[in-house]
């Protein structure tokens, strides 16, 4: 274990502006802070802290950054305060083991302080670098005594933790290293036996190979001699946990993998990396897909070197990284190589500023906290928000998602019956935009239900899905109820008795599948309860065509061309749709209707997803100069003029309209359905932009249903 003696003259070897008695301090004040507190292992709990220490000694940092990691736990773990460290040590490692102390309290799933913690290790890191890296250390030094732990559930959450935090933060900021072997050692707690299969598997592998790899070495090293290239050549084990990875995202074996025989190639600058690897693919087969240039396009961690895979000496499959010795440390070390190429004095402007914006480089396009918490902890993925449950589970969903979005994917019945969130134990409106880290609650009541303008504040396929499901499903039922009502009318006019078992006849005229269809289109209006009765009834009513002129009203067949029709079968615009030439288009069969053309987005085909029988590739011959129907959804301010500069707009462009239906107004602004006579989609789409441009357009989309 290090003295405070051995621990300052290894210091002083690289970090010159170093305070001998400002460093023997601060080991005696953490040893006397934590004295009579033990590790689970059983050790003195200052074991810990002086461990960090001598992780980061060996990546060289600074005097400030092992201080830090020397005191990291003495305000969370004793009566010392941030005050104390403040009186103690200045400033600078006062904010830097505050910064340590809040990371420290993150642990999955655990609500509102989770997300809470997650800000403020944005905001300490943002700050200051520092602390990521004496808690990366402190980290990948719990896992190396993680076997001291006896409560196996304890091992596995810490573990998994670590995998889904840690390491990738590690990968983030480019220090391999750490993030390799807390990989290993956690997938060794996690899944032992897998682990434990692939390692005897690469022991016999590398065993095997015990003679080939001196061999591949040297004369991977005669070629590039013969070419007064100097180099160094040493065989990379690769690490079991990458192995998993690698077998799981690719679905093989370890036999089909072409990297398991891995060297890396140290050459004196760039141009002997790109002549050594010119000499290696002329004298040896390269396998296809497998070269990367990271030198001329860095990784965004800054990451350089050359990758490729070979067929090799003896015809073995090999992996290359070929690389300088500056690109190797930082590969190795990542933000913290900086300190091993700057003369080993401190910067005068300060390190953490100086770090702060190389950080910010590698990350430019961050723009708040929550995005560069998704570069760090989740791997860039900066298409997603994460936020919990006041359980504190978590939900992923795309950027831009709303409350809606969040209730639906905590499940469908919670989404139809919400009436209301709150966000941060704030409430809010269902359609406000989640950011990262928000913990919601979804207000529900037994009376809720989904309302169609949902549809115009949620993102997710799942949640748009489920709110048209439900909104068909309720006015299936409502048209089913009008329906019933309407037929049993009809047969109260007529002084007879409504049979529902009779109505079968009129079910296969009409070909229908059942009586609900059958009544829902009673309830539509698409079928006069005359026809049923004439049906029915045909003696009282000698005209059963009725029917067939009703469905033959709307054929537009001679207008429509159509390919993939054929010649003389019924064609209709589907209504709940409306689609226009230059949109892609499905045909859906039905007997006794013909084909109905709808929109190959539209929501209503859902329902026929079960029978593809019925389904027709069809598609637009050419756009025809008959108009066609579309509907525009528009919210206008309520000022004198907005209606008129919106016909207006809708004139010059050669757009007819046929109809306006107010739907909302208030003191400000107004919604309204606008039904259109328009040739084709790009028709529409060129008002719609006009539209926009309009001073007094708030919004305007193009309307479905």
């Known amino acids: 274990m290090l003295n405070q003696n051995r621990l300052f003259s290894r210091l002083a070897k690289y970090d010159r502006s170093v305070n001998e008695e400002k460093i023997k301090f601060a080991y005696k004040f953490a040893k006397t802070n934590h004295y009579g507190q033990y590790r689970e292992t059983g050790e003195d709990y200052f074991t810990h802290p002086l461990a960090v220490s001598e992780i980061l000694l060996e990546m060289k940092l600074d005097s400030s950054t092992i201080i830090t990691?020397?005191?990291?736990?003495?305000?969370?773990?004793?009566?010392?305060?941030?005050?104390?460290?403040?009186?103690?040590?200045?400033?600078?490692?006062?904010?830097?083991?505050?910064?340590?102390?809040?990371?420290?309290?993150?642990?999955?799933?655990?609500?509102?302080?989770?997300?809470?913690?997650?800000?403020?290790?944005?905001?300490?890191?943002?700050?200051?670098?520092?602390?990521?890296?004496?808690?990366?250390?402190?980290?990948?030094?719990?896992?190396?005594?993680?076997?001291?732990?006896?409560?196996?559930?304890?091992?596995?959450?810490?573990?998994?933790?670590?995998?889904?935090?840690?390491?990738?933060?590690?990968?983030?900021?480019?220090?391999?290293?750490?993030?390799?072997?807390?990989?290993?050692?956690?997938?060794?707690?996690?899944?032992?036996?897998?682990?434990?299969s692939i390692s005897r598997r690469l022991e016999l592998i590398y065993s095997e190979d015990s003679s080939n790899i001196p061999y591949i070495k040297k004369e991977l090293q005669t070629i590039l001699a013969k070419n007064n290239i100097e180099s160094e050549i040493s065989g990379r084990k690769k690490s079991c946990y990458s192995i998993w990875k690698k077998m799981q995202l690719k679905k093989v074996g370890m036999d089909d993998l072409s990297d398991i025989m891995a060297f890396r190639i140290i050459v004196n600058n760039v141009n002997d990396c790109y002549k050594s690897l010119s000499l290696l693919h002329q004298n040896y087969t390269a396998i296809m897909g497998r070269f990367k240039d990271y030198i001329s396009a860095p990784k965004r961690n800054r990451y350089q070197s050359l990758h490729t895979a070979l067929i090799g000496p003896k015809k073995r499959k090999i992996e290359l990284q070929i690389r300088t010795e500056e690109m190797n440390e930082f590969a190795l070390n990542g933000i913290a190589a900086h300190w091993m190429h700057k003369n080993r004095t401190k910067y005068k402007e300060g390190i953490r500023y100086k770090w702060v914006r190389e950080l910010l480089q590698i990350i430019e396009d961050s723009s708040s906290p929550e995005e560069f918490l998704e570069y760090t902890k989740l791997e860039m993925?900066?298409?997603?928000?994460?936020?919990?449950?006041?359980?504190?589970?978590?939900?992923?969903?795309?950027?831009?998602?709303?409350?809606?979005?969040?209730?639906?994917?905590v499940h469908s019945e919670v989404g139809?019956?919400?009436?209301?969130?709150?966000?941060?134990?704030?409430?809010?409106?269902?359609?406000?935009?989640?950011?990262?880290?928000?913990?919601?609650?979804?207000?529900?009541?037994?009376?809720?239900?989904?309302?169609?303008?949902?549809?115009?504040?949620?993102?997710?396929?799942?949640?748009?899905?489920?709110?048209?499901?439900?909104?068909?499903?309720?006015?299936?039922?409502?048209?089913?109820?009008?329906?019933?009502?309407?037929?049993?009318?009809?047969?109260?006019?007529?002084?007879?008795?409504?049979?529902?078992?009779?109505?079968?006849?009129?079910?296969?005229?009409?070909?229908?599948?059942?009586?609900?269809?059958?009544?829902?289109?009673?309830?539509?209006?698409?079928?006069?309860?005359?026809?049923i009765y004439s049906i029915l009834y045909p003696s009282k009513n000698k005209s059963v065509s009725i029917k067939k002129q009703k469905f033959d009203i709307n054929n537009k067949n001679k207008d429509m061309k159509i390919k993939g029709v054929v010649p003389g079968m019924s064609l209709h615009y589907a209504h709940c749709c409306n689609p226009l030439p230059g949109e892609r288009i499905v045909g859906i069969v039905t007997t006794g209707k013909g084909i109905t053309v709808h929109?190959?987005?539209?929501?209503?085909?859902?329902?026929?997803?079960?029978?593809?029988?019925?389904?027709?590739?069809?598609?637009?011959?050419?756009?025809?100069?008959?108009?066609?129907?579309?509907?525009l959804s528009t919210v206008l301010s309520n000022e004198p003029g907005s209606l008129a500069d919106v016909t207006r707009i809708i004139s010059s462009i050669k757009g007819n309209i046929s109809n306006i239906q107010v739907i909302k107004r208030d003191l400000n602004f107004y919604k309204f359905f606008i039904d259109l006579e328009v040739k084709n989609i790009s028709h529409l789409n060129e008002i719609i932009a006009a539209l926009r441009l309009s001073p007094f357009v708030e919004s305007v989309e193009r309307e479905r249903i």
């Open 69 to 196: 990691a020397l005191l990291h736990d003495v305000v969370e773990d004793s009566k010392v305060t941030l005050d104390d460290i403040d009186k103690s040590f200045g400033k600078e490692i006062r904010k830097l083991v505050d910064g340590v102390t809040k990371l420290s309290k993150i642990e999955l799933k655990t609500g509102l302080a989770q997300a809470e913690n997650f800000r403020k290790l944005l905001i300490s890191s943002s700050d200051d670098v520092r602390v990521l890296l004496v808690k990366l250390a402190d980290r990948l030094h719990n896992i190396r005594t993680i076997d001291g732990i006896r409560d196996k559930n304890k091992k596995q959450k810490i573990c998994k933790e670590t995998l889904e935090i840690y390491a990738p933060l590690a990968e983030r900021l480019g220090i391999v290293s750490f993030q390799n072997e807390l990989e290993d050692r956690c997938f060794q707690v996690i899944n032992p036996e897998t682990r434990e």
């Open 381 to 409: 993925y900066n298409d997603q928000v994460f936020c919990f449950t006041p359980k504190g589970n978590l939900i992923n969903l795309p950027r831009g998602a709303s409350a809606i979005d969040f209730a639906y994917a």
């Open 416 to 531: 139809n019956l919400a009436v209301g969130a709150k966000i941060n134990n704030k409430v809010r409106q269902l359609s406000s935009v989640l950011k990262n880290g928000d913990q919601v609650e979804i207000l529900t009541s037994s009376r809720g239900f989904p309302d169609p303008i949902w549809l115009e504040n949620c993102v997710t396929g799942k949640s748009k899905a489920s709110i048209r499901r439900f909104i068909r499903k309720r006015e299936i039922e409502e048209f089913n109820q009008l329906g019933i009502s309407l037929l049993k009318k009809e047969f109260r006019q007529q002084n007879k008795k409504l049979n529902v078992k009779s109505l079968r006849k009129a079910i296969d005229e009409f070909g229908l599948i059942d009586v609900d269809e059958l009544l829902v289109e009673i309830g539509k209006g698409n079928i006069i309860t005359k026809d």
């Open 599 to 631: 929109a190959i987005d539209c929501f209503s085909l859902e329902k026929f997803h079960d029978v593809p029988e019925r389904w027709l590739e069809i598609s637009w011959e050419r756009e025809d100069y008959i108009s066609h129907k579309g509907k």
